[in-house]
């Protein structure tokens, strides 16, 4: 269904024992009797606290559970730390390990102090093993200080739009002032998974010294890269705060759709349950901006607008509707005369800004949007 509208414009601390886990040994995770594995009102219900599904190309939120709340996020905070790093340093970069890195604790690779080690490999560090060692050496050899990298962290964090996060560490121990949201962190991979050096880290299950001439090899400890054929990241977390945490990203049909589960006891299974849900809820399409405005009353707009793909996660037929801005002066060729949303019961669930394509003085485009305005009728510039 497509319809469009006239408006106005205007213009206590808990050890992080991620690396305690069982190794790269894959097993299937006993089911749990609490998980409800049932539709209600046509949304899966899943044992977590927080959940969230989105298209990683798009950002559209797919599926959702309490995924504003502010929460602990443990070492999912990495994310962020291998972020800022890819973006503020050369690779090949030897940044020394302290005795505070090499003595910090929950999981570690196991760096000593004194160690001087490639950037690369404790990206792989941080990535892999949930080194909080890693995180430190990064912290301190960019920042200079595990302060000033957290002020490096916020500053990009809300660069990106995460609102309801607060980063006080670059590994994600428990702390008050240290915080965020699924729907953040889902945003934060979407940005990462987008860095092709993060992509190939965060999806590789096993690397070895002599690829990259690292000091020793990095085996994953993220199941779902073997729970899900084509999941390709991202890292795993746990705290006695935050509970079990799990960041996804799972290659399905041109996208990554990144699913982000916290405080979730059984959160292999649980994230291939929202997998499973998007892919068997969702028809993924893409339509040409200017088709869709044809397809409307509206046909002669089309022939003004810069052209864009459109494209979304429908579970039926798509509801799109046109949404024009009134102006009050001339356009200029880039203005922004309207919008394209997906909605369902009202509600948006995405939008897509339309921009002219030319300048039009205010009258002539007024006649563009009038029944009386045929398709050939001048709408050159002026």
Request: glycine content about 6%; proline content about 1%.
């Amino acid at each position: 269904m497509q319809s469009y509208s006239i408006c106005s414009a205007s213009i206590l601390f808990e050890e992080d024992v991620e690396g305690m886990e069982d190794e790269i040994i894959i097993t299937e995770d006993r089911e749990i009797n609490d998980v409800d594995n049932t539709l209600v009102l046509d949304k899966l219900r899943v044992n977590a606290r927080n959940a969230i599904a989105i298209d990683g190309t798009t950002r559209q939120i797919l599926y959702e559970q309490n995924c504003y709340e502010v929460v602990p996020m443990a070492s999912t905070t990495k994310i962020l730390t291998a972020l800022v790093a890819l973006n503020e340093s050369d690779l090949n970069r030897e940044l020394t390990v302290t005795k505070n890195a090499a003595s910090i604790r929950g999981s570690k690779v196991g760096y000593k102090a004194g160690e001087n080690i490639k950037l690369r490999e404790l990206l792989y560090g941080l990535m892999l093993k949930s080194g909080n060692d890693a995180a430190i050496t990064i912290a301190e050899g960019l920042g200079g200080s595990i302060e000033n990298f957290s002020k490096i962290m916020n500053h990009y964090a809300t660069s990106l739009g995460l609102t309801t996060s607060h980063f006080e560490t670059p590994h994600g121990l428990d702390s008050q002032k240290h915080y965020s949201s699924a729907y953040d962190l889902a945003i934060l991979t979407a940005k990462a998974m987008e860095n092709d050096t993060f992509r190939e880290i965060c999806g590789e299950k096993l690397i070895t010294q002599d690829k990259y001439d690292f000091t020793r090899e990095y085996q994953n400890i993220n199941k779902i890269l073997w729970k899900i054929p084509d999941a390709n990241g991202v890292k795993t977390g746990y705290t006695g705060g935050a509970g079990k945490c799990l960041v996804s990203s799972v290659k399905y049909e041109g996208r990554n759709i990144i699913i982000v589960v916290l405080n979730c006891s059984d959160r292999w299974n649980v994230t291939e349950k929202i997998f499973n849900y998007v892919c068997t809820n969702y028809n993924f399409k893409k339509e040409s901006s200017s088709e869709i405005i044809k397809s409307n009353a509206i046909s002669n707009l089309g022939s003004i607008v810069e052209d864009a793909d459109f494209q979304y996660g429908a579970k039926e037929e798509a509801n799109l509707e046109v949404e024009v801005f009134k102006p009050i002066m001339n356009i200029v060729k880039g203005d922004i005369i309207g919008k394209i949303s997906l909605k369902d019961n009202d509600k948006e669930n995405l939008k897509q800004e339309i921009r002219s394509n030319k300048n039009i003085s205010k009258d002539k485009y007024n006649r563009v949007l009038s029944m009386n305005y045929y398709e050939n009728k001048d709408t050159s510039e002026s």
